[in-house]
């Protein structure tokens, strides 16, 4: 499924970035929040800081995290799923 990100919700302008993602859908849940986000298809492809105090969320390229501390921490491993189905 093609997945989008936009600036904020209820908006028609086009999305920032739009990316491939395997996705699965609830049909009884109802979550507190505007966005369900998941470990592989979109933390994968981003860095995102999300701030308590601030109530604010940032989305920024996945390059940013190894920038910001200036050292590359680690390369995930996506061989082996963490877990399994």
């Known amino acids: ?27 009884k849940w109802e979550p507190p929040w505007a966005v369900l986000l998941g470990q592989v298809g979109f933390f994968d492809k981003f860095t995102v800081t999300m701030s ?3 109530q604010a969320l940032a989305v920024e390229r996945k390059e940013t995290f190894d920038e910001r501390f ?6 995930a491993d996506n061989r082996t799923p963490r877990f399994n189905p």
Do not use: Q
């Not at 028609?12 to 049909?27: I, R």
């Not at 200036?70 to 390369?75: C, E, Q, S, V």
């Open 52 to 54: 308590r105090l601030a």
């Open 1 to 27: 499924m093609t997945i989008g990100l936009f600036p904020e919700l209820d908006t028609e302008d086009p999305p920032l970035t739009s990316w491939e993602a395997e996705v699965g859908f609830f049909t």
């Open 70 to 75: 200036g050292h590359i921490y680690r390369t």
